[in-house]
Nanobody, 130 residues
Framework: QVQVAESGGGLVQPGDSLRLSCTASGVTFGYYAVGWFRQAPGKEREGVSCIPAMVSAGTPFVADAVKGRFTVTRDTSKNALYLDMNNLQPEDTAVYYC?????????????????????WGQGTQVSVSS
C-alpha cells in the first residue's frame, strides 16, 4: 500500500521561510520522477518543482513563479522529499502536495502533467498573509 504524507505547512508573513517535508511508504522516491505541486482556491493544480528519477540524467525543474526562492531536494536514505521555500509571498498561498510519477518522465514534463502521478499525499496548507 502506497502512502505519502506531507508536513511543514502553516501561516506565515510575507518574506518568511518554510520547509515542507514529504515521506513515503510503498514507493521509493529515488525510482521515480517526484515533485511538489500546489493548488490555490479556484485554480488548477500546478507543478512547483520536480526532479527526475535517479536513473535519469535530467535536470530539476522549477516553475518561473518560484524560481530563485524555492528549492526541492530528495534524501534517498530517508525516502523523503523536501521543499525549501524562501521569501514567501501571498500568491504562494495554496495547498501543497508531494507526488511521485513515471520513472522515465523528465522533470519539466512531469511538473506540467501532474495527472501522471501515481502516488499523492493529502496536502499541507501554506498561507502567507500579513
Amino acid at each position: 500500500q502506497v502512502q505519502v504524507a506531507e508536513s511543514g505547512g502553516g501561516l506565515v508573513q510575507p518574506g518568511d521561510s518554510l520547509r515542507l517535508s514529504c515521506t513515503a511508504s510503498g514507493v521509493t522516491f529515488g525510482y521515480y520522477a517526484v515533485g511538489w505541486f500546489r493548488q490555490a482556491p479556484g485554480k488548477e493544480r500546478e507543478g512547483v518543482s520536480c526532479i527526475p528519477a535517479m536513473v535519469s540524467a535530467g535536470t530539476p525543474f522549477v516553475a518561473d513563479a518560484v524560481k530563485g526562492r524555492f528549492t526541492v531536494t530528495r534524501d534517498t536514505s530517508k525516502n523523503a522529499l523536501y521543499l525549501d521555500m524562501n521569501n514567501l509571498q501571498p500568491e504562494d498561498t495554496a495547498v501543497y502536495y508531494c507526488a511521485a510519477g513515471p520513472q522515465l518522465d523528465t522533470a519539466d514534463y512531469y511538473c506540467a502533467n501532474p495527472s501522471r502521478s501515481h502516488a499523492w499525499g493529502q496536502g499541507t496548507q501554506v498561507s502567507v498573509s500579513s
